[in-house]
C-alpha cells in the first residue's frame, strides 16, 4: 500500500479593521465602517474554511473506505492548511481560529515570503511540496458562496490527471478575470510567476492558459466563484447565500451561516435601482 499526501491550503491576512476588505469601507466607496469589513472578512474566512475541512473530511472518508475494501489501494491523508504573512500573523491567525474552536479539523500554519504575491504563493506551494504533499488546492477565504464540490472535485481531478500519468492543473475563475481557486501536483509544470503581479495588463485567468498551453499540462475548469472585495461584490454575495440558504434543504448545500448571521444583524438588503440602459423594447412590448 502507497501513501499520499494532499493539502487544502488559504492564503489570509489577519481579519485585522483597517488591513482587510478596505474597498468595503466607506472612506473607499463602500458601506461599513472598518470593523465591519474585518469582522465580514473574519467570518467568511471561518465559513470557507468549515466548508473546505467537510469536503477534505468527506474526500478522506472515501479513500478510507475504499483502502478498508482493498488494503492494496493507495492510501491518502488529507490536510488543511492557513498561510499568512510576516510570521508576526501566525499567532493571530491562530488565535483567530482558536477563537472559535474546536475545528473539525486540525489547522496547520505556514509563513509565506516573497517580494510580490507571485512569489508568496510560490512560497506557499513548494513549502507544502517539500513536505511530501503531492497535490495542493488553494482557495481564498474572502469566497463564501463557494461550493464545496469545487473542493472535492479540484482534488478528484488532480488524482485523474495523476493516475494517466500527466499531472495536471485545476482552477476556478472569480468574476473579475482573475481565480477563486488554483491546484497542482508537485510534478506539474506551474508556476505563478507573472499571474498576478503582472505590470503588462494580463489577466491572472489568461496568464494560467498560457502556461497550460506552453507546457501542454491537461487541466480542469469549475464553474465561477465570486469574490468579495467591492460593494458590487458584498451585494452579488448577499443575493446568492439567500438562494443557497433557500435551496439547502433539497440540495444539501453548506450553508455559510457565519456570514448569513452577520449580514441579518445589520439588516443589509440589496436593491436594484431601474436600468434604462437596454436594447428596445417598443417592438415587442405591447
Known sequence: MTNRKCALLIFSKPPVPGLVKTRLTRERGGILTPEQAAEFFRRSLYDVSELSMHALIELQRENDAAV????????VTYDFYVSTTPADNVQL???????????????????????????HFDDAFSQLFALGYDAVVSVGGDIPTLPKSHITQAFQWLDYFRSLGTPGFVQAPCQECGTSLVGWCAETPMDNQGVYYNTGGKAALDAYVEKLKATGAPSAYLSPVADVDEGSDLA????????????????????????LDWINFLGLKVTTPPNENHDPRQYIDK
Open 236 to 259: 452579488h454575495a448577499i443575493s446568492c447565500l439567500r438562494a443557497i440558504e433557500e435551496a439547502a434543504p433539497h440540495q444539501g448545500l453548506f450553508v455559510p451561516r457565519r456570514v
Open 93 to 119: 491567525m491562530r488565535e483567530t481560529y482558536e477563537a472559535i474552536g474546536p475545528w473539525p479539523m486540525e489547522v496547520h500554519y505556514l509563513t509565506d515570503a516573497g517580494a510580490t504575491f507571485d512569489d
Open 68 to 75: 478498508a475494501a482493498d488494503p492494496t489501494a493507495e492510501a
